[in-house]
């Protein structure tokens, strides 16, 4: 029974009908080996489909949208939480960072694509903190889906990254934002609405850069 209920909560398990005989006829009430069937119908789908309904709903982010209330861990690192302007919490929530807009880089710590970006977005991070009018106003966040502690130390050793990288070990935010891939950018205005969204590198910084200080009230 152990190994039958294990194969039953695989995703890629589906459940298939009774033979023809066996299937009840819409005119005639079940028999006892109908019934058998079509009470074994519920267990099934319980165990092999069923997901919390805000998980089945969630879509990418796209332009126009808000998010989710996405609950991150704090960074340990006491820079990361100035310059979010965050304080000693366990957790946070992206309106609690301080500024009038946001991107959101969400990455994996394996992720080629992400690699590629590393150097641009660092070159992108200081051009705006060299801005007088932006550097106050921009702030970069990086979400490491599935990414631990050590990974995102090394990844940050790795590529040089300037700006915070919160870890999403458990994929938990991930998940709330549709499980896009990597890498996935926003950004977000004051009320965390979504204005800009990009899926994959983004080849034009420059032009990019302009897109932010244009946003920037």
Same mark, same amino acid.
């Given at each position: ?10 995703? $890629? ?15 005639? +009430? ?6 058998? $069937? ?17 998980? +089945? ?27 979010? &302007?965050?304080?000693?919490? &366990? ?38 903190? +060299? ?58 205005? +004051? ?27």
């Amino acid at each position: 029974m152990h190994t039958t209920l294990n194969r039953m909560k695989r995703p $890629w398990l589906i459940w298939l009908p009774p033979p023809a005989d066996e299937r009840p006829d819409p005119g005639r +009430r079940p028999g006892r080996r109908q019934r058998r $069937w079509l009470g074994l119908v519920p267990v099934v789908l319980l165990l092999n489909g069923f997901q919390p309904l805000a998980a +089945r709903e969630a879509v990418v982010p796209s332009v126009g949208g808000t998010l989710p209330k996405l609950s991150l861990e704090t960074p340990a690192d006491e820079g990361d939480k100035k310059y979010l &302007g965050l304080g000693k919490s &366990g957790r946070f929530f992206l309106q609690q960072v301080d500024g009038p807009l946001l991107l959101v880089e969400i990455i994996g710590v394996y992720c080629p694509l992400c690699h590629k970006q590393a150097p641009g977005f660092n070159r992108l991070f200081q051009r705006i903190q +060299r801005d007088p009018r932006l550097k106050t106003k921009v702030k970069f966040l990086a979400v490491a889906a599935g990414g631990t502690a050590t990974e995102i130390a090394y990844l940050r050793q790795e590529f040089s990254i300037p700006f915070p990288v919160i870890s999403d070990a458990r994929f938990e935010a991930h998940k709330l934002l549709g499980e896009p891939r990597t890498p996935f950018t926003m950004l977000l205005d +004051r009320n965390r609405k979504v204005v800009f969204a990009h899926l994959g590198v983004i080849e034009d910084l420059d032009s990019f850069f302009h897109k932010i200080a244009g946003l920037v009230p």
